[in-house]
């Protein structure tokens, strides 16, 4: 079948709207009718991966309707509405304990994995496209998944605000429900404003008596911070907030979530805790923090990483979205919609921190 996608065809030039070809669904895959799609800054990172293996199609945090399933598929049936997430394999040790975020074979299955007889999915003027990314490629009007990735959803949903619990939303809010864990009396430093740290805030506030803090540079974002609920927003310009945060929260911080990747800021978080706690830190970034030794060892600190909010989707993002159908957690303030023939648009006011999570619309 025919639809359009957003290829990237040069990491340094503008996505193009183009008609590819789809092919129909092998046994084991779905095939989705995208509605929306959420822009996440993996997906920018990753327009710089396959250069011989151009145009690249991107895009990991679909939402749409289902509208036609392989034999061997009975979990997901036509009619359905879904949210598109990561891949797994569903039988190493990993995924057997309940973590499929660090499945052994993610790597394969969702940096752009290909079918097992490495036949294409989706070709343009005939050339086969770079897709199978997060298992989806969902930056079309179509795309197809798998069971294991393809979470059905409550229809009532608005898939614009569906489609970030995908990634971005199930990792924010997924950090502090499933990684930290604080509970009545904790005090929640978050490093990062954007879409991963306000979904953070808000899951946070699910928690009655916990106490956060917003650690962010942007002024707009400190002001939808302390709007969402955060008691204390912090500007980190011009010096390090660790000792801030320590004499605010009375001795530092119970538990602390970096979003940004970058090293010093994680150092900094790790510098604000408390005796005994924890910082978890969800951006891939580069570099090593400077962290002192003695500071870990003698006040029993520790640091974390943690993917894709340590989540089981099939369970997660239908316990998320009901949090929000229930007023309790409402990501909709994130959300800015542009239709997909303005990915241009939506990419710049990213960059521009004008908004937090853009949203493409099919």
């Given at each position: 079948m025919r639809t359009t996608a957003l290829l990237s065809r040069d990491p340094?030039?503008?996505?193009?709207?183009?008609?590819?070809?789809?092919?129909?669904?092998?046994?084991?895959?779905?095939?989705?009718?995208?509605?929306?799609?959420?822009?996440?800054?993996?997906?920018?990172?990753?327009?710089?991966?396959?250069?011989?293996?151009?145009?690249?199609?991107?895009?990991?945090?679909?939402?749409?309707?289902?509208?036609?399933?392989?034999?061997?598929?009975?979990?997901?049936?036509?009619?359905?509405?879904?949210?598109?997430?990561?891949?797994?394999?569903?039988?190493?040790?990993?995924?057997?304990?309940?973590?499929?975020?660090?499945?052994?074979?993610?790597t394969a299955l969702n940096h752009f994995g290909r079918r097992a007889d490495k036949s294409p999915r989706v070709t343009v003027d005939?050339?086969?496209?770079?897709?199978?990314?997060?298992?989806?490629?969902?930056?079309?009007?179509?795309?197809?998944?798998?069971?294991?990735?393809?979470?059905?959803?409550?229809?009532?949903?608005?898939?614009?605000?569906?489609?970030?619990?995908?990634?971005?939303?199930?990792?924010?809010?997924?950090?502090?429900?499933?990684?930290?864990?604080?509970?009545?009396?904790?005090?929640?430093?978050?490093?990062?404003?954007?879409?991963?740290?306000?979904?953070?805030?808000?899951?946070?506030?699910?928690?009655?008596?916990?106490?956060?803090?917003?650690?962010?540079?942007?002024?707009?974002?400190?002001?939808?911070?302390?709007?969402?609920?955060?008691?204390?927003?912090?500007?980190?310009?011009?010096?390090?907030?660790?000792?801030?945060?320590?004499?605010?929260?009375?001795?530092?911080?119970?538990?602390?979530?970096?979003?940004?990747?970058?090293?010093?800021?994680?150092?900094?978080?790790?510098?604000?805790?408390?005796?005994?706690?924890?910082?978890?830190?969800?951006?891939?970034?580069?570099?090593?923090?400077?962290?002192?030794?003695?500071?870990?060892?003698?006040?029993?600190?520790?640091?974390?990483?943690?993917?894709?909010?340590?989540?089981?989707?099939?369970?997660?993002?239908?316990?998320?979205?009901?949090?929000?159908?229930?007023?309790?957690?409402?990501?909709?303030?994130?959300?800015?919609?542009?239709?997909?023939?303005?990915?241009?648009?939506?990419?710049?006011?990213?960059?521009?921190?004008?908004?937090?999570?853009?949203?493409?619309?099919?």
């Amino acid at each position: 079948m025919r639809t359009t996608a957003l290829l990237s065809r040069d990491p340094a030039a503008p996505f193009t709207a183009e008609t590819v070809e789809l092919d129909g669904p092998r046994d084991d895959e779905i095939l989705v009718r995208i509605l929306a799609s959420g822009i996440c800054h993996t997906d920018l990172v990753n327009r710089a991966a396959g250069k011989p293996d151009r145009p690249v199609l991107l895009g990991h945090e679909g939402a749409g309707v289902v509208t036609a399933v392989g034999a061997s598929v009975t979990s997901v049936a036509p009619g359905d509405h879904v949210v598109l997430t990561f891949r797994h394999c569903g039988a190493c040790p990993n995924c057997a304990t309940g973590r499929p975020a660090y499945c052994r074979h993610s790597t394969a299955l969702n940096h752009f994995g290909r079918r097992a007889d490495k036949s294409p999915r989706v070709t343009v003027d005939g050339a086969p496209v770079r897709d199978g990314f997060f298992g989806q490629s969902s930056f079309a009007g179509y795309a197809l998944a798998t069971a294991d990735n393809t979470v059905v959803v409550d229809p009532a949903v608005d898939p614009a605000v569906a489609a970030s619990f995908g990634c971005g939303f199930q990792t924010g809010a997924g950090a502090v429900l499933n990684a930290l864990r604080p509970e009545s009396g904790a005090w929640l430093a978050i490093y990062g404003g954007g879409a991963v740290g306000s979904a953070a805030l808000l899951a946070a506030r699910t928690v009655p008596g916990v106490r956060t803090v917003v650690v962010e540079t942007s002024a707009a974002r400190r002001t939808l911070a302390a709007e969402l609920g955060a008691d204390i927003v912090l500007d980190p310009a011009g010096a390090g907030t660790a000792e801030t945060v320590r004499e605010i929260t009375g001795g530092g911080a119970t538990h602390a979530l970096d979003t940004t990747g970058i090293a010093a800021v994680l150092a900094d978080a790790f510098a604000a805790l408390t005796t005994g706690a924890t910082v978890v830190a969800v951006g891939l970034g580069t570099g090593v923090p400077p962290i002192d030794v003695r500071d870990m060892v003698l006040q029993g600190k520790t640091i974390r990483g943690c993917l894709e909010g340590d989540a089981e989707p099939a369970g997660f993002i239908p316990h998320l979205l009901g949090l929000y159908a229930d007023g309790k957690l409402p990501v909709d303030r994130l959300v800015t919609r542009f239709p997909h023939t303005e990915i241009a648009a939506a990419l710049a006011a990213q960059h521009a921190g004008s908004v937090i999570k853009p949203v493409l619309t099919w």
